[in-house]
C-alpha cells in the first residue's frame, strides 16, 4: 500500500499525472524511484557494516547491466503486486519493454561483470564494481538491404532513476593537459528475496574543471567559452564498440585512467575515512579485480597514489602486488592490449615513470632468478616501443584467472606460458557463470513456475538445487509440460518479432538459435554455410528435414570489423536465397534478428530447441550465451571449445550435439591445412561455398584460401550432427524433451553463485 502510494505521489508530484494518463517515461520513473525508496535504508546499513571490513572491487570498463526495472522489482518481490497494480489502472507493465537497455558493454565481459555483482550481492559479498557511465551504450543496430547501420544509444532517453548521484565523491582526474572532474554515480546491486547485502556498482561521469570560462565569455565569445566542459564530457561519451580487435587511441587511453584514478581515489578515500590504517594495510582491506587488461592502469595509479602519501617505492610496489588479480578473457593475439610508448608517456607521464621502474624492477628480479634473456624480454612490460598491459597486468597481480578449463590450460601453456615456468601458482581457472535470476526465473517464468512447482523456489538462490530435477528428466508429465512451457516461449517469440520488426515466423518449426557477437572466430560463416548446405540438399531431395527449421542469428558486428559486417549481409543474402524458394522455404527459415542486445536475449533464449556454440576450437575463452541456453533447458549444438566441454561433461555427452576439430588438432593443423582441397573434393561442401563467389569474393576467397578458423574442415560434421539434432527433436520428443531436462539438472555449476563463490575463496579470500 505504502509503495503504491508513493508511485502515486511521485506521479502527483513530480509529473502532474495520475497512473491512469502518466506517459511511459513518468510512470517508469514513478515505479523505479518508489522500489529504489524502498532500500535506501537497508543500502545505507550494508554500506555502512561493509565500511570497516576486507572488500573486493571489479574493475571494468563494461558493465553490461541491461534493463533494471523488471529485475530490480522481482528482487524486492514487487513483480506480480506492480503487475496488477497497474493492471487496476488499465496500465500494463509490459510498457517498461519500451524502456532502453543500459547497454554499457560490449558482450560477454560486460555482461559477465553484470552477473558478478548480481551473484556477489545474493551472496552477501562485499563487492563494489567501478567502471564508466557511458552517455552513449552499445549502438544500436538497424539493417538496411542486408547491410548493418549503427545508431547512437541514447540509454538515458527515459531517464535514469535508480542511478544516484554523489556530488561529494568527486575526484580530480590529473591528465597532463588539464585536470578533469569525475562524479560517482551509484546503482544498487539488489538481492532477491529478504538474503544477501545491497551492493554498488559505482559509474564515474567526467565533468570540466572549469565548465565555463568567463573570460571568453565576457569577451562574447560564448561558444568558445564552453569548450572546455564539452572536451572533458566527451570523455565518458561513448563506450568503444569493439570489442577484440585494438582500438589504440589516445581517447581510449584516457577513458581507461579515468575511471581507474576515479576508483582508486574513491578506494584511498575509503580505506582513509573509515579505516584509517597505515597505508601498509590497505591490501588487507581491498581485492582489486582487473575485468581484462582495460583497468590495468589502476595498478600504477594505486602505486602514484601511495608514493605521494609519503610511502616509498618499493613498498609501493609490494602492496599493489597484494592488492590486484587479472582476469584474462581472449587468447586471440590482436585483443591483447598494446599501447605506444610515447603515446603513454605523453599523456600519463607519472605513470609512465611508475610503469618503467617496475619494469627494471622486474627485469633484475628474473634475471637474479636466473632466468634466461630471451624469456625475460618477452615478459617486459616495456618493449619495443610499446607498453604491453598482459604483461604488467600478470606480473603485479597475486592471481591471474583463465575463465574456462580449456582456457586456462591455453593461457598456460601458450599466451602466459613465461609466466606460468616462472611462477606455477599464479594462473589459476576460475569457470564463468551466469545469474539464474535473470537468466532463468525472470526471462522464463512459465518454466520457472513448473521446476518451483516440482523442487521449490531454492533453486533461485542456491545452484546446488537443479540437481533436484534430474529426476523429472524421464518423467513423461513433466517432459510434457516442459514441451507446453517451451511452445509458448516461441510462440511469445514469435509475437515479439513480429510486433518488434514485423517478422513472421512459425512457432511450429524447430528454433535453432547463434545468438552472440559477430567474430570470424564464432563462426556465423558457418552457421550461414550449413543452412546453404542444407538448402541445395533439400532442394534436390538427398537431405529430407524431419520437420520444418528455421536457425535464428542475432549479433552485433564492430562498426570497423568489415568481414564481420560481410557475415551479416551474407546470412541477409542466405535468408533471401532460401526465402525466394517456394518449395524448400516451407522446410528451412534463416532469420536474422536486428539488434541483439540483453532484453532481445530475454526473448530468444527460452525459446531456442537448439542453441549454437560453433566457434573454432580453443579460441572461445568461455563463452556464456552456452550456459543460459544451458539453464532453459536447451541442448547444444557445438564445438569442444571454452565452457562447452564443461557444459558436455556436467549434462552428459549423449544430451548434447558435438561436432568438429578440437583445440589440439586446430593447433596441429595450423600451418599445413588447405581448406581448397576440401573444397574441390567434397561437391556438398563446393555448392554451399560457390554462391558466395561474386557477391561475396573476399569472404571466398578467405575461405579458400587460409580459411583461418577452419570453416570448411567443420561443415561436414556440423551440418550431420544439426540434422541428427533436428531427428531427434522432431521424431522422438520425449526423448529430446529428457535431454533438455537433463541439461537443466546439470546447470548448477554454471551458475555465477558458485563462480562468485570460488573468486571469494581462491582469489579474494573473502
Ligand atoms: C580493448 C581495447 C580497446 C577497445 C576495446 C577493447 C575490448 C573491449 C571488449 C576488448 C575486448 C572486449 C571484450 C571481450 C569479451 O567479451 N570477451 C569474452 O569474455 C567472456 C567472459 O569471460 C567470455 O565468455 C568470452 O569467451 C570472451 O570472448
Redesign the pocket.
Known sequence: MQYENTIRNILKNEYRKTVQNADVTALYNAVAKAALYRVQNDWDQCRLKQSKKRRACYLS??FLIGRLIYSNLLHLGLLDETAEYLAGAGRDIREFEQIEDAALG?????R?AACFLDAAAQQGKPLTGYGIRYKYGLFRQAIENGAQQEFPDDWQRFGDPFAVRRPELRYQIPFKDGVIYAVAYDLPVIPYGNAGCINTLRLFEAESDHPFDFALFNAGKYAAAVRGGENAARLHYCL?P???H??GRLL?LRQEYFFTSAAIQDMLRAFEQHIGADLVKFCDYFAVQLN?T?PVLAILELIYRLTQRGMDFETAAHIAKKTFRYTN??VLPE?L?QWDAGLFKSALPHLYKIADRLNKQMVQSLFDMGIDKDRINRMQILRDGRVHMANLAVYMSEKVNG?ARLHTEILKERVLADWNATDPHRIVNCT?GVTQRRWLRLCNPGLSALITEKIGDGWITDFRKFEALAPYAADSDFQNRFIACRQQNKQALCDWLRRQYGIELSADAAICVQAKRLHEYKRQLLGALGALYLYFGVKDGSITLPCPVTTLFAAKAAPGYIAAKEIIRLIHHVANIIEQDAQVSRQLRVVFVPNYNVSAAEKLIPAADLSEQLSTAGF?????GNMKFMLNGTPTLGTYD?ANIEIVQAAGEENNYIFGMRADEVQAASGHYEPKKIYQTDERIKRAVDPLQQEFSELFAELLQQDRYFVLADLNGYVQKKLQALEDYANHPAAYAEKCIQNMAAAGRFSADRTILEYCADIWQI
Open positions: 570498463a563494461e560490449n558482450g560477454g565481459l560486460g559477465l568503444y569493439n570489442d577484440a585494438k582500438a581510449r581484462d582495460h578473457h581472449t585483443a592490449e575463465v564463468n572461445e575463452a568461455s563463452g556464456t571454452g
